[in-house]
Each structure stands twice: as structure tokens, then as C-alpha cells.
């Protein structure tokens, strides 16, 4: 999604905006562009594409500079609409949706003036290009008529020393060293050894002076002082270390991330987490995308092991619905990224609404691991693939930890989790058989994935990564659900996949196998339960080690990842970076 890197200091800007983008790449894009201030000229480079084709921006002088990669919202992803974009010897990147940005548009062009773009962004420029006093006044009189989420960084001719910065509900970190100072969406494109990093909270301003340190200033102005952010400075973009795409690498470092992950609550770290999961009444578990479906699992465990209620929210809706929020709730919000808007806001209502929140990230020191009370890491090592793979093996982990510590509170046991992490390496030899189905999915029409209780989930994320990186229509479906309706779909060319792991639910769910096969459906069978095998019906089939049904998913995850990895370099996809997404969503 779209990231921002500015500079200014001692040395030549360009060269550090293209590596700081280049940092930001794995987030996906579609457009970048650079500009450099020099004397009173802005110098602005854009493209449609890769970085890679901002070239002949290395070259321009100056030692200021802004810097963008767009994900196309509002207007096509063409050069014309990438950032940055100028007005009136103003020019800025922005991240995030100006939601009155019509309205806004259309004051600015009944007073005569001209776009040059068909973003929403542009009319930040035309704001702040027509406000009076100095730079910082004018971004925040301009910031004070915008509707929507933004983190903006903004450079003027009349003031060539001076990058300003704000932020709404869109992440912006600011750096400084002795070669100067640094603005960025996230902490990897402005991390490095001896670069001291602070992050702006939401409604706030910065002020990045040439020769000065950073000054910071709250929603009125008043300047105020920051924390350092403590990071790894280290941690850059892995290398594929012989594999031919990440998704690959990272699926093959599932049983590590899993391990890394898995966590005994009752140590001292979490003694404060501890304490407020014995007096947990309801857990309410706010996620998107592959995050939502590990909280399906989390629902499932914590319902089942600690015999509280517990429900899993899709967050773009939680943060609409009006949530009602008991005392007692634990919001346990789950993301890889912790960036992701929808993810964020659903939190923060939560808090709003007297809720402890639980972040259960990836990406130490990120957006919501800040704003929550509490942190539970995953720890699967930076994933660069958009499509999640070992972030949801690493986060079930944790969440099953997090069941597993709700369940003692309460006097009760969670089957040992060890076990079942003990499994992933012999699952994943095992999930490898998938290749061999390939040519019964290529010319599929649509896919079935089946699952009941935890295999469900199994399903629903199973059938994310495929249409994800494959692009072919497919659903995850409770198996007893499909012959209320979605039975009509089936034929032929719908290859079914059926996922069995609990044996005292096998035979209902090989139930929905007969019914698929009769309807002309290729069957595949993924499962755990060798009474199931052999099956006339089954074309092929994986077989798992056992593990206690509902940690499930750890393993039967393995060779859904597979399948969708095989059938997309099949079909002639790149899996790591599949058309239209980003890996951190990072607007509504
Ligand atoms: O960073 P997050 O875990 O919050 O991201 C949530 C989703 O955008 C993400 O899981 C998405 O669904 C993945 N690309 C799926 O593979």
C-alpha cells in the first residue's frame, strides 16, 4: 500500500528517497515518484510501475526531497495520478482517503484553480498553497478542512529547509542522525544503525528543520516532547536465500515462526496480561483478512478449553456496528502488520468503549501494538509475500497460548499445544503431495474448500489464498452448509477440497464428500483421520499427523498454503506480489 519517505540534511536527497521506496516495495504499489527541492525548483520524477523506473530521478541535485509509492484509490494508477503532486510551490505525498475530497475540489476549482491529477490527494496541495503564514500553520489550517485518514509530508519553495509532517488514523515515523532527518510510513524505510526514531501519534504535527532536531506538536499546536522507539535496526528485507519467490522461503520457515511463537503466559513479562485474563468475562477478537481467520480459531479454542465467550469480528464491520462492549472484555486485536486501519480503528472503539486491548502483532513497536495495552508478539520473522502464510501458522501459536492461559485462569485444560507444534515440520513434507493435484485446478471454474469446526476456518483461509494469488473464484464452506444452496454450483469443473481432523465430525463431513462427488466433483482430502482413506470417492488426499482437532489448523494450513502457491506459478502468476493488493492495508 502507499508509502512516504522524505529527507532533509547534509546529503543528497534522491539517492535516499530511492532507497527508503525501495524499503517500502514489499508493501505493494502500482506508481512512485520522487521530488527534490533545489533553489527554489521543485524537481519532480513519476512513474507508473517500479521504482526501479524512477532512474533519472538518482541524478537530481538538492538536499531535500519527498518521496511516494501509490496504491491506486481515488483515480487510476498511471503517472499522471502518482505522487507527488504540486501546487503553487507546494508539493506533497500523502497516504490514506480524503473522504471530502469532491467537495473540496470543487471550492478550489470554482476559485479558478487547476488539478493536474484525479486523486484525492492532490487537493492537499491546493489547501495548503492557499493558506497564509508559515508552513506549518498552513498544513494544519489545512489538515483542520480534511474528512478521512492521512499521513502527509509536505515540502514548499518558500520554505526550502523544511519538511512538515501530520497524521490522522495513517501511520508516520520521523528519524535523525548527524546527516540529517527522516520521514517514513514505517520504521523499516527509516530504520538504520544510530538513527534515532520517534513516532507521531494521531493529530499530530512535526516540523523536520534542516540543522535542527524535530520539533513535534499536538492536534493545537503545542509542542511536545517524544520517546524514542526502540527497533532493530538491523532487520531489513530478507534475502530469498535460494528459493525462487518468498512465499516459498516463508512457508518453509513455518515450523520456526511456530515454535518462536508458541508462549507460557505465566512467565513475568505477561504476569500484567495474566492478571487481567483471570478477570476476562468476553473476548471480542477485531482482525482482517488471514488475521480474522486466526481469530475464528481463537473463538473456537477459548469457547471450547476456557468455556468463555468469545467471538471473532470482522473489523471494518466491528467498527461500524455499534459493538456493544461489557465490562470485562478483553478486545484481543490481531494483525501481522499492525498497521492495518480497519484492525486499528475496531481497537480503538473498543478502548473507547472500556475495553483492555490485546495486540497480537508481528512487527514490534508498530501502530497497534502503541495504542494497546498489552502486547502478545508473534514471532515469525518479517514477512515480505502478500499473501500471509507463516504470520497465521505463528499467530495461531499465540492465540492458542492465549486459550491455553484462559483456560488455567479458570481451573480448566487446554490440550498440550506442544504436541501439535511438535507436527508442523512432518506436516509440511507431508503437505508437499499437493503438487500433484495442479492439473485438476487449472481449468477450474470455481473451488470448494470444506471444513467443519476448526476445519472450517481451515477452509475459509485456504480459499483466501487461493483467489488471492491464483485469481480463480473460490469459497471456504461449513461442509453441512453447502446443500442448503451452494450445491447448485457444483459440477465438474469445481474441484472440492475437504478438510477432516476431528474424528468425531469425520462422518458428517464425508457426508458433503458424497454429496460433491455425486454432483461430478473432483474430491481432495486433506485430513488427519486414516479411517477416511482410502475413499473411492477422494481422487487424492494428504495425510496429517494427528493433533487435538482444534489446534488443527497449524498443520492442515500447510498444504492450503501449497496448493495456492503451485496453482499460481502454474497460471503464470508472481505469488509474491499478485495484482491489486498490498501487504499492509493501511486505509479503510
Ligand atoms: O497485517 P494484517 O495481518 O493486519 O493484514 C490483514 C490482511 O490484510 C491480511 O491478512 C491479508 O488478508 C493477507 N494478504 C492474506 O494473505
Given at each position: 500500500m502507499c508509502g512516504i519517505v522524505g529527507y532533509v540534511g547534509e546529503e543528497r536527497a534522491a539517492p535516499i528517497l530511492l532507497e527508503g521506496l525501495q524499503r517500502l516495495e514489499?508493501?505493494?504499489?502500482d506508481s512512485a515518484g520522487i521530488a527534490v527541492l533545489r533553489e527554489g525548483q521543485l524537481a519532480v520524477v513519476r512513474r507508473k510501475?517500479?521504482?526501479?523506473?524512477?532512474?533519472?530521478?538518482?541524478?537530481l541535485e538538492g538536499e531535500i526531497g519527498v518521496g511516494h509509492t501509490r496504491w491506486a484509490t481515488?483515480?487510476?494508477?498511471s503517472e499522471r495520478n502518482a505522487h507527488p503532486h504540486v501546487y503553487g510551490g507546494v508539493c506533497i505525498v500523502h497516504n490514506g482517503i480524503i473522504e471530502n475530497a469532491a467537495a473540496l475540489r470543487a471550492a478550489c476549482e470554482a476559485r479558478g484553480e487547476v488539478f493536474s491529477?484525479?486523486?484525492?490527494?492532490e487537493v492537499i496541495a491546493h489547501l495548503i498553497a492557499a493558506e497564509k503564514g508559515d508552513l506549518l500553520h498552513a498544513t494544519y489550517s489545512a489538515c483542520r478542512k480534511l474528512a478521512g485518514s492521512y499521513a502527509v509530508a509536505v515540502l514548499s519553495a518558500a520554505e526550502p529547509d523544511t519538511i512538515v509532517c501530520a497524521r490522522r488514523a495513517s501511520p508516520l515515523v520521523v528519524g535523525c542522525d548527524e546527516r540529517g532527518l527522516y520521514v517514513a510510513s514505517d520504521i523499516p524505510a527509516v530504520a538504520a544503525a544510530g538513527r534515532k526514531v520517534y513516532a507521531l501519534a494521531d493529530g499530530e504535527f512535526a516540523v523536520l528543520r534542516k540543522g535542527s532536531p524535530p520539533r513535534f506538536f499536538d492536534g493545537a499546536l503545542k509542542a511536545v516532547g517524544k520517546q524514542e522507539i526502540v527497533y532493530?535496526?538491523?532487520?531489513?528485507?530478507?534475502?530469498?536465500?535460494?528459493?525462487?519467490?518468498y512465499m516459498k522461503k516463508e512457508i518453509s520457515e513455518v515450523p520456526e515462526a511456530v515454535s518462536r511463537s508458541l508462549?507460557?503466559?505465566?512467565?513475568g513479562e505477561f504476569s500484567d496480561l495474566c492478571e487481567v485474563l483471570c478477570h476476562t468475562q468476553y473476548l471480542h477478537i477485531v482482525a482482517c483478512g488471514t488475521a480474522y481467520h486466526s481469530g475464528l480459531c481463537l473463538q473456537y479454542a477459548a469457547q471450547k478449553f476456557a468455556r468463555i465467550p468469545a467471538e471473532a469480528f470482522i473489523a471494518s464491520e466491528y467498527r461500524y456496528s455499534d459493538p456493544i462492549v461489557p465490562p470485562g472484555t478483553l478486545a484481543v486485536a490481531v494483525s501481522?502488520?499492525?498497521?492495518?486501519a480497519d484492525t486499528l480503528a475496531a481497537a480503538a472503539l473498543a478502548k473507547e468503549r472500556g475495553a483492555k486491548v490485546l495486540a497480537v502483532t508481528?512487527?514490534?513497536?508498530s501502530s497497534l501494538e502503541r495504542m494497546s495495552d498489552f502486547v502478545l508478539p508473534t514471532?515469525?520473522?518479517?514477512?515480505?509475500?502478500?499473501?500471509?502464510t507463516k504470520s497465521f501458522n505463528a499467530q495461531l501459536a499465540a492465540l492458542y497460548s492465549l486459550a491455553g492461559a484462559l483456560a488455567r485462569g479458570r481451573e480448566r485444560a487446554a490440550p498440550p499445544l506442544a504436541a501439535a507444534a511438535s507436527c508442523v515440520r512432518e506436516a509440511l513434507a507431508a503437505a508437499?503431495?499437493?503438487?500433484?493435484?495442479?492439473p485438476y485446478f487449472l481449468g477450474a471454474r470455481s473451488v470448494f474448500f470444506l471444513g467443519r469446526g476448526a476445519d472450517y476456518f481451515a477452509a475459509l483461509e485456504g480459499s483466501l489464498k487461493l483467489k488471492e494469488i491464483s485469481y480463480l473464484p473460490s469459497e471456504g464452506y461449513p461442509a453441512g452448509e453447502?446443500?442448503?444452496?451452494?450445491?447448485?454450483?457444483?459440477?465438474?469443473?469445481t474441484p472440492v477440497v475437504a478438510i477432516v481432523t476431528d474424528p468425531a465430525l469425520a462422518d458428517k463431513t464425508m457426508n458433503a464428500v458424497h454429496e460433491v462427488y455425486a454432483r461430478g466433483a473432483a474430491v481432495f482430502l486433506i485430513t488427519?483421520?486414516?479411517?477416511?482413506?482410502?475413499?473411492?470417492?477422494?481422487?487424492a488426499s494428504v495425510l496429517l499427523p494427528k493433533c487435538a482437532p482444534a489446534y488443527s489448523p497449524m498443520l492442515t494450513s500447510l498444504p492450503l498454503q501449497l496448493l495456492a502457491y503451485y496453482v499460481a506459478i502454474a497460471r503464470g502468476n508472481d505469488p509474491d506480489k499478485p495484482r491489486n493488493l498490498a501487504k499492509s492495508v493501511t486505509v479503510e
Open positions: 514489499y508493501r505493494g504499489y510501475g517500479r521504482v526501479k523506473g524512477l532512474g533519472a530521478a538518482r541524478s481515488h483515480g487510476a494508477p491529477s484525479d486523486t484525492d490527494s532493530d535496526a538491523a532487520e531489513d528485507i530478507p534475502a530469498k536465500g535460494g528459493f525462487r519467490h508462549c507460557d503466559l505465566s512467565k501481522q502488520s499492525g498497521e492495518t508481528n512487527v514490534p513497536c514471532r515469525a520473522g518479517r514477512e515480505i509475500a502478500v499473501a500471509a508437499e503431495q499437493v503438487r500433484g493435484w495442479i453447502l446443500k442448503h444452496g451452494t450445491l447448485a454450483l457444483v459440477d465438474g469443473r488427519s483421520v486414516p479411517a477416511c482413506l482410502p475413499c473411492a470417492e477422494v481422487t
